[in-house]
């Protein structure tokens, strides 16, 4: 049956929203509606799509990722050449640049009040985009500046990149270019899930940037984070656009092209300088890398009459930060241990300026990473410093590799505890299985054990925790129990009162409940939860440190990784001491009763999730009861759940259950499901 009018009509209303809420998404970062009703939307759209399959367009919401990988990319002309800027390092560099400026425009005084558009120099890859009549049609690479490549498909993935301008006061024919970059928070996370796959990481934003728009598979591109900032316009036929920079950027903006937040207009040199300085201040904190401020004369009309020389705009120029990667060398290679025991390849380097500060240690990540590297004492790495992220050794140059290296290994025992070093099949991660007995992973543990969720020791700050351990004042957490006011009241800006009331709160602490003791042990993967689930399952202490790994895995939400985790734990005799220690000074709970799970009960192979508030139980409760009879207790709503146990005020999961059809169970329907 061919589509009504009314149909029609629906599908473009459809997309028209869709586009709407993209931009305020992609584009504005200021959502309207909530993701529930956002995707409602989108599945009314496919569908409608699925259904009139006639009436799909290449610049519908639903079609950014298309169909077939391509074989190689093919070539685009530029036709207008996509030019390069040129380079201030230093401000005298930019008072020169703006002489020139100022002198070919014949100001007589110097042009001190001329208007700049400043604004980041974007550290990705410079992509143009061509829209006829509104519609994304072509995307391409800046290539050499004439000719660039064809990555149509994979821009098309890129969300804050409209396949269709907003509007209708756009030209008939409008090029953009601006740059596609990777956001850093995206790059990382990209690059630490390489790491555990033991894959190959990115080197930096950029390259990865680069490298995503180069894949021949969209469906590759897609899953890369990727954004665009737009900053000129190329060609454009149909319309005159404004005759300022810095209001084309609006109309840009208006149109649905996502534009950098950070761009200003300041006036003359001296302006240039303020804004380079405030800009290199925020660097750090900016969610993308950017190597500079470029400054573009703001006035279309003097941007004509100022030309070109070769390739680069007499208009503009970029003036340079401190460069985000260096080359140094690699003194020695030693091994950090943190707060779970994972050991990290740290290399001590020549100190070298990179991004901002002087670097002279950087990370390796892990041992794996380190040999994938091949990153060996002697050699000359390139270190990379950029945002709050830590230092890393990027790469090492091969060339320069002198004859003689030492190559690095995983050390057998802990380089501060001398516990044996383990690592799991499959992990990229080597830990020291010392736990709480190793010092470096001491302090982490103690502020996690007295952590308000834990024992729950009211006025034992951070700071006083570093200070005791470095003062080897505390060996264990059983330490903290033999604390005293005298002592404590003779520390620095620590008065009798608060040393008084300190070990008052650590002398509360002593009584306290087996899921909260559990969890202040700090065991690898057991969160609250999963303590809360070992005390109700076992009951006791006892009967857990006694426990089999197998055993383990029948307490609900109990997998293999975690009972491996905690069977690890309690071999450790160090650990045991610890355990007895504290009880030893009184630390105490009530035992339960062993939680008997029928093995065949009503609940048995149901999977539930519970929501709201429930009228006579607590979700805990509730959980407790379906446990018992059998049944299994998961955090969100998927295929796999059978029931969702739904109070008052449930929300989102409710909503997720009832459009995956998933049973709705009140109380009371729990209730009788139990006793049926
Ligand atoms: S304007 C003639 N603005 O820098 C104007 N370029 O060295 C040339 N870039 O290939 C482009 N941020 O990839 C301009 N805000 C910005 C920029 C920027 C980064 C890159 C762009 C270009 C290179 C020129």
Not at 85 to 96: G, I, P, T, V
Not at 128 to 138: F, H, K, T
Not at 528 to 554: C, M, Q, R, W
Request: charged letters at 30%; glycine letters at 8%.
């Amino acid at each position: 049956m061919p589509a009504s009018a009314a149909t029609r009509k629906k599908i473009e209303s459809l997309r028209e929203e869709i586009r709407y809420h993209d931009y305020r998404y992609h584009t504005l970062d200021d959502i309207e509606i909530p993701d529930a009703e956002y995707d409602r939307l989108v599945r009314e759209l496919k569908q409608l799509e699925e259904e009139f399959p006639e009436l799909v367009t290449t610049d519908s919401p639903t079609q950014r990722v298309g169909a077939e990988p391509s074989e190689t990319l093919a070539t685009v002309e530029h036709r207008l050449p996509m030019l390069s800027l040129d380079n201030a390092f230093a401000e005298e560099e930019l008072r020169e640049f703006h002489a020139r400026v100022a002198e070919k425009l014949e100001f007589e005084d110097g042009a001190p009040d001329l208007l700049y558009s400043a604004e980041p120099k974007l550290d990705g890859a410079a992509v143009s985009l061509l829209y006829e009549n509104g519609s994304l049609v072509r995307a391409a690479t800046r290539g050499d500046g004439t000719t660039g490549e064809d990555i149509t498909h994979n821009v098309r993935t890129i969300e804050s990149v409209p396949l269709r301008l907003m509007g209708d006061n756009f030209p008939e024919t409008l090029e953009v270019r601006g740059e596609v970059f990777m956001p850093r928070a995206g790059f990382e996370a990209y690059n630490e899930k390489a790491r555990e796959a033991g894959e190959k990481t990115f080197v930096n934003p950029r390259n990865a940037a680069a490298g995503s728009l180069r894949q021949l598979d969209a469906k590759l591109t897609a899953e890369r984070p990727l954004d665009m900032y737009v900053y000129s316009v190329g060609l454009t036929e149909g319309a005159t656009l404004p005759d300022r920079h810095s209001e084309i950027i609006v109309v840009l903006r208006s149109w649905g092209l996502k534009t950098c937040p950070e761009s200003r207009v300041v006036k003359g040199v001296e302006g240039c300088l303020e804004y380079y300085d405030a800009l290199g201040e925020k660097r750090d904190s900016l969610d993308y890398d950017i190597d500079g401020v470029v400054y573009k004369v703001d006035s279309i009309a003097m941007q004509r009459e100022l030309g070109f020389v070769s390739r680069a705009p007499r208009w503009a120029i970029a003036h340079k930060f401190p460069a985000q990667e260096e080359l140094t060398t690699v003194e020695d290679v030693e091994f950090q241990v943190g707060r779970t025991g994972a050991l990290t390849p740290v290399a001590r380097l020549t100190p070298v300026f990179v991004g901002g500060v002087t670097v002279s240690n950087a990370t390796l990540h892990n041992i794996d990473e380190l040999h994938r590297k091949d990153v060996r004492v002697g050699d000359t790495v390139i270190v990379r410093r950029a945002g709050d992220v830590i230092p890393e050794v990027v790469s090492v140059i091969k060339k320069r590799r002198p004859r003689e290296t030492k190559k690095v290994e995983l050390p057998e025992l802990c380089p501060i505890c001398g516990s044996h070093v383990k690592r799991e099949d499959g992990e990229a991660v080597a830990r020291c299985s010392g736990g709480l007995f190793c010092r470096a992973q001491r302090t982490e543990a103690l502020k996690h054990f007295v952590s308000r969720r834990a024992l729950d020791i009211e006025g034992l700050g951070a700071k006083l925790i570093e200070q005791l351990v470095a003062e080897d004042r505390l060996a264990d957490p059983s330490d903290l129990f033999r604390l005293t006011t005298t002592e404590l009241s003779q520390r620095e800006r620590m008065g009798d009162k608060s040393a008084d009331n300190l070990v008052r709160s650590i002398e509360q602490s002593k009584s306290t409940t087996l899921p909260r003791f559990l969890f202040a042990l700090g065991i690898r993967e057991v969160g609250e939860a999963t303590a809360a689930g070992l005390a109700s399952y076992f009951g006791s202490l006892p009967a857990i440190v006694n426990s089999s790994e197998k055993d383990l895995t029948k307490v609900p939400d109990v997998g293999p990784i975690v009972a491996k985790r905690v069977r690890n734990f309690f071999d450790e005799q160090h650990n045991l001491d610890v355990i007895n220690k504290l009880q030893g000074l009184g630390v105490h709970w009530a035992d339960t009763e062993p939680m008997e799970i029928a093995e065949d009960g009503p609940l048995t192979g149901r999977t539930f999730v519970i929501t709201g508030t429930l009228p006579s139980m607590t979700r805990d409760e509730a959980k407790d009861l379906i446990q018992r009879e059998g049944g299994k207790v998961t955090g969100s709503v998927s295929g796999k759940t059978d029931y969702l146990l739904a109070g008052e005020k449930a929300g989102s999961k409710l909503a997720k259950a009832q459009s995956l059809n998933v049973t709705v169970l009140s109380e009371a329907d729990l209730l009788s499901l139990i006793a049926s």
